[in-house]
């Protein structure tokens, strides 16, 4: 039988998880004051904004689309790791691509992110992308409980 | 040491907040008869359907890409406010637009939306979209607890 | 007053249901190797991966863009009941399409789908998908509480 303070600990516990559905905002670039954040915490959930995968000299997609893929899941690794998680937390990733031939490529960048089950995802075609992007992602992470 | 009453209290308090995970839809043109809810909240989240910024009277976007942009950011709130949330509230954002030129012109509608952070956000390019629309903005939403 | 098993019992089935946030990943192709899963659930929240409806003999769209609407709908359906729940489930989907004069097309055989309210929607119109698909359909499902 536990004691009350048993009892009373795990009330904390669990009220303290429930109630304190805290929200955390990270902002990669703050000083180029764009309407959004990188990254939004709410309670578990990770809403992580879509990013492009420019040359950081140039502020361009780079000519190697296997080097802008890497880029932009860098891009995306950044914000996961920002909060603590893991590239493996992703529950569901949207890729929007430019170049459908370009499916491939980034499926083999792509794959070397994950350790464990892959995310769902989409993987869509788009007309243009910012910046003349090949490849915009976006996704949602969960935090592990009790790792 | 709390009572036998207050530990019981609080107990309802969780169970409550965590098994009566309702669902409400809203449906802002039920005549339209159109297969989709403007917004369903089930729990906390809502999740808040594709708006598009159309001129009530013609049921077209109007010629200014601006009034276009605010037309759709209050087709978004009024989704948000039904559910007694604010704009605030809103955690993700995809805008879908067909013309990249825009950005700016729609940044600078969008974020007289916001009083706090901004949230995570996608800025897609989309060959086209219903009723020849130049945006498209979906969303998720969390309500805050404890006010 | 209640007992203090009941108290207990009551706890366990609470922290249980806050603290094992299982992850369950479904591929329905393990054997085409592709880095994603159809759907993840995290909790009470399914993830359901971009899907195409392709005819299974030949792995691409069939000729009738009615009936690449049902297989579409067919494989978000298998999804779904994978995870034990059903399409009522569903809280948000969105509809990439690469011809919007097949809106009326996909919203017949879409809303056949369903039993109960709609979840919310974009359908969004894209330049071009895999497999030169006419539909990509994506969503979230969360999962009933005390059926």
Chains 1, 2, 3 share one sequence.
Not at 54 to 70: H, I, N
Not at 94 to 103: I, R, S
């Amino acid at each position: 039988m536990p004691s009350r303070f048993a009892l009373l600990a795990l009330l904390v516990l669990i009220s303290t998880s429930l109630l304190a559905q805290e929200r955390e905002y990270y902002v990669a670039s703050p000083h180029r004051n764009l309407p959004f954040s990188s990254g939004v915490l709410v309670g578990d959930t990770l809403y992580i904004a879509g990013h492009l995968g420019l040359d950081p000299q140039t502020g361009k997609p780079p000519s190697d689309a296997e080097v802008e893929a890497r880029l932009v899941m860098d891009a995306i690794k950044k914000v996961v790791e920002k909060f603590d998680m893991t590239m493996d937390d992703i529950v569901m990733i949207e890729v929007h691509c430019t170049d459908l031939d370009l499916y491939g490529t980034f499926n083999k960048v792509y794959r070397t992110y994950f350790q464990g089950a892959f995310p769902a995802r989409a993987f869509l075609g788009s007309a243009m992308l910012l910046r003349d992007a090949r490849f915009e992602v976006l996704g949602i992470a969960v935090k592990k409980k009790l790792p």
